[in-house]
């Protein structure tokens, strides 16, 4: 079973950023897809963002522009880079891992204990 770590997640105030970091137990990291999934109570769950094996990224469109995925396989972590923070932002922020993009995006895999982010107005 991979095991994921989420950390980064806290307080800010709109406008500023945040890094969220997701550290893995996989041994095969580096062939693994990731993603990032947020909920905030009232909403739906959302694929916040995603990154492939190869590197490839999708965003939601709700993020494109503001927040930029990244993994470094060498220290098997995938990185959530937020900015341009806002008010709508605040959610948990939950980082998945399965064999492809596809299985992230239909809930299958692994799902990390969550972060909670807030962006205060």
């Known amino acids: 079973q991979v095991q994921l770590v989420e950390s980064g997640g806290g307080l800010v105030q709109a406008g500023g950023s945040l890094r969220l970091s997701c550290a893995a137990s996989?041994?095969?990291?580096?062939?693994?897809?990731m993603g990032w999934y947020r909920q905030a109570p009232g909403k739906q769950r959302e694929l916040v963002a995603a990154?492939?094996?190869?590197?490839?990224?999708n965003y939601a469109d709700s993020v494109k522009g503001r927040f930029t995925i990244s993994r470094d396989n060498a220290k098997n972590t995938v990185y959530l880079q937020m900015n341009s923070l806002k008010p709508e932002d605040t959610a948990v922020y939950y980082c998945?891992?399965?064999?492809?993009?596809?299985?992230?995006?239909?809930?299958?895999?692994?799902w990390g204990q969550g972060t909670q982010v807030t962006v205060s107005s």
């Open positions: 996989e041994r095969t990291f580096s062939n693994v897809a």
């Open positions: 998945a891992a399965g064999p492809s993009t596809r299985d992230i995006s239909r809930g299958f895999g692994s």
């Open positions: 990154i492939t094996n190869r590197g490839s990224t």
